[in-house]
């Protein structure tokens, strides 16, 4: 199975601040990868697909980049609603559906 | 609107089956798998199999076959997870999701998801 490894765990920040989320897969898996957001006793909400498209009604302070085998999640802006835990996931052809552990972003 | 609505919470008892549903509404049932996905207390998310509910194709991760039946009844517009031989370790939220794909070179992102089903295994 293709293992996400996705870090920090846990990140601490400021309504304002710019922040960056980090998922490195074990192979390559092209540009499949999708972005989560979750909030307690929530289901997961999907924010970016094909490693950078932006979901329908996302807001643009979200972004997606890609380098190899490494995927980032940025937030350009903190704002008070975005305090929440994030997921990647792969979706590579033929392959089992893998997530990251996730990153819990606080305030 | 894309609706997925799940059954309700279940308590279970050790070596049982549970069974959770999840009813679709607002597109074509038969466009696009059905997965479900679970998420431990305070854990990640795992995912378990996946329905094709135009033919009731099936793919399950390894370390549930065996254990994990999934169905679709396209009369009802409704996917269905059965999880056998339950465990303690199975108590979690169980979510249905529904799979999109952007291109015929990948397989599915979750763009929608249900509620969740709280299974709770307990002797």
């Known amino acids: 199975d293709i293992q996400m490894t996705q870090s920090p765990s846990t990140l601490s920040a400021y309504v304002g601040d710019r922040v960056t989320i980090t998922c490195r897969a074990s192979q390559s898996i092209s540009r499949w990868l999708a972005w989560y957001q979750q909030k307690p006793g929530k289901a997961p909400k999907l924010l970016i697909y094909?490693?950078?498209t932006l979901e329908s009604g996302v807001p643009s302070r979200f972004s997606g980049s890609r380098s190899g085998t490494e995927f980032t999640l940025t937030i350009s802006s903190l704002q008070p609603d975005d305090f929440a835990t994030y997921f990647c996931?792969?979706?590579?052809?033929?392959?089992?559906?893998?997530f990251g552990q996730g990153t819990k972003l606080e305030i | 609107e894309v609706q997925l609505v799940q059954s309700g919470a279940e308590v279970k008892k050790p070596g049982t089956t549970v069974k959770i549903s999840c009813k679709v509404s607002g597109y074509t049932f038969t466009d696009y798998y059905i997965h479900w996905v679970r998420q431990a207390p305070g854990r990640g998310l795992e995912w378990m199999g996946l329905?094709?509910?135009?033919?009731?194709?099936?793919r399950y991760a390894e370390k549930f076959q065996g254990r994990v039946t999934i169905t679709a009844d396209t009369s009802a517009d409704t996917a269905y997870m059965d999880l056998s031989s339950l465990r303690s370790e199975d108590t979690a939220i169980y979510y249905c999701?529904?799979?999109?794909?952007?291109?015929?070179?990948?397989?599915?992102?979750?763009?929608?998801w249900g509620q969740g089903t709280l299974v709770s295994v307990s002797s």
């Open positions: 999701a529904f799979g999109r794909s952007s291109s015929t070179l990948s397989a599915e992102y979750f763009q929608h």
């Open positions: 996931q792969q979706y590579h052809i033929n392959s089992p559906y893998t």
């Open positions: 329905v094709d509910p135009e033919d009731g194709g099936t």
């Open positions: 094909e490693a950078s």
